[in-house]
């Protein structure tokens, strides 16, 4: 019998937070993509929908701590117009007013992936 140490591994914790953003009624439907394309790109799962006849845009994001922290100050600095963030200057100061939840700390992982609807 072989006494080999095998590295024990902590479980990924996973948060979520709910999120609700205003929005300019002409913004179209260009915001949502650009959000999700982020939201995929720092691995937070969760969704963004249009909310009070199109002038909020809301939902919820899940992922790690850390994920889920650079997807929060994204989202922060897209809110004051900062447009060096590499995704063109279409969407910016475009969301304003964000509101985010307190952060929940999930039993296991409720979404796949990131959508909008």
């Given amino acids: 019998m072989s006494l080999e140490l095998v590295p024990r591994t902590e479980p990924v914790k996973i948060y979520l937070i709910t999120y609700e953003m205003r929005v300019p ?34 939902g919820e994001l899940e992922g790690t701590e850390t994920g ?4 929060v100050e994204w989202l922060l600095a897209k809110s004051q117009g900062n447009g060096d ?8 100061s475009q969301m304003t007013e964000p509101r985010f939840s307190k952060w929940k700390l ?3 992982a409720k979404y796949d992936d990131f959508f909008c609807c």
Avoid at 68 to 71: E, G, K, S, V, Y
């Fill in 68 to 71: 889920l922290r650079a997807m």
């Fill in 106 to 108: 999930q039993s296991g």
């Fill in 25 to 58: 009624e002409d913004s179209g439907k260009a915001i949502l993509p650009i959000v999700a394309h982020k939201a995929t790109e720092l691995e937070v799962c969760g969704y963004i929908a249009y909310t009070h006849c199109g002038r909020k845009v809301g």
């Fill in 85 to 92: 963030l590499g995704d063109g200057e279409k969407i910016k």
